[in-house]
């Protein structure tokens, strides 16, 4: 099961509140009963695709005083990250299952959905957020590892793993 947190901006946080932080996230890691694996994702913003969307409500403006700032602004955009990649940081919690002989399905479920409440609650009590990936966002998570030169063109949607079922390339 993978969960995905929000983040803290721990430097903004005065020496006090870094020092509680910290002993919260200990408290926290001491509390868990089962094992689990922290991934911190940093993955290249595709900003061409933002500029041409961007771009693209040119066409649909009437008045020429906006046209005029969809330019600029894209003209900005371009501006500000040439020369420069804009990335995005994603942490994911990855809870683990190891397989024991008699594997009831509904009772590893019933496992795994119990170490997630218990995570999520203690990632709240961090002031972070976390939900449960869903199949088509883990896909998604792999695929990014695995096809690094192709997701900026290739980007991993429900309609994709349709086709790729449907036409048993699965």
Do not use: H, W
């Not at 094992?35 to 009437?62: G, S």
């Not at 170490?115 to 792999?142: C, T, W």
């Amino acid at each position: 099961m993978v969960l995905e947190t929000s983040s803290v901006n721990f430097e903004l946080k005065s020496e006090d509140e870094q020092d509680v932080m910290i002993e919260s996230f200990q408290n926290f890691l001491n509390s868990l009963t089962t094992k689990l694996q922290i991934l911190i994702r940093v993955r290249e913003v595709d900003i061409d695709n933002y500029v041409a969307d961007i771009a693209k409500t040119k066409n649909k403006e009437n008045e020429a005083v906006y046209k005029n700032q969809i330019d600029n602004y894209c003209e900005f955009i371009q501006n500000l990250v040439s020369g420069n990649k804009i990335l995005s940081r994603r942490f994911y919690i990855v809870i683990p299952y190891t397989a024991e002989e008699d594997n009831d399905f509904g009772l590893v479920k019933e496992q795994l959905a119990l170490n997630r409440d218990l995570i999520i609650k203690g990632i709240e009590r961090l002031g972070m957020k976390a939900r449960q990936l869903e199949s088509i966002e883990i896909l998604d998570l792999f695929y990014s590892f695995y096809n690094r030169s192709q997701i900026k063109t290739q980007e991993l949607k429900g309609q994709t793993i349709e086709l790729l079922i449907n036409e048993n390339y699965v």
